[in-house]
């Protein structure tokens, strides 16, 4: 599988962004896919996470919980990040990554082995 992250941009402090991971080649609803962030100066930070096994878990990191949602779209071989209420911390560069094994679970000794370029996300007045 190849990803391609896409969606980035200049979004104001309260707003809402979309990012979309496109899978090609193959299909990502086996992996397990997550959004990963690094902003300057400061380490790779998974964001969220969505299990490929069948029951499709999520899991998110405290400080975007209740604001970030993760999603698949079967139809155009996405996962979807969905951004509420962003905060100026959200600045990073984003990042899309796909599991190692097929129905692979989120957790912390998952492994990623796929990676899609970077995103650009500035949240700004």
């Known amino acids: 599988v190849q990803l391609q992250a896409s969606g980035g941009g200049l979004v104001q402090p309260g707003g809402s962004l979309r990012l979309s991971c496109f899978g090609t080649?193959?299909?990502?609803?086996?992996?397990?896919i997550a959004w990963f962030r690094q902003a300057p100066g400061k380490e790779r930070e998974e964001v969220a996470c969505?299990?490929?096994?069948?029951?499709?878990?999520?899991k998110y990191a405290d400080s975007v919980k209740g604001r970030f949602t993760i999603s698949r779209d079967r139809v155009k071989n996405t996962v979807n990040l969905q951004m509420n209420s962003v905060k100026a911390e959200d600045t990073a560069v984003y990042y899309c990554?796909?599991?190692?094994?097929?129905?692979?679970?989120?957790?912390?000794?998952?492994?990623?082995?796929?990676w899609g370029q970077g995103t650009q996300v500035t949240v700004s007045s």
């Open positions: 990554a796909a599991s190692k094994s097929w129905y692979a679970v989120c957790g912390p000794k998952t492994g990623f082995g796929v």
């Open positions: 969505i299990s490929g096994s069948f029951e499709q878990s999520s």
């Open positions: 080649e193959t299909t990502v609803d086996y992996y397990a």
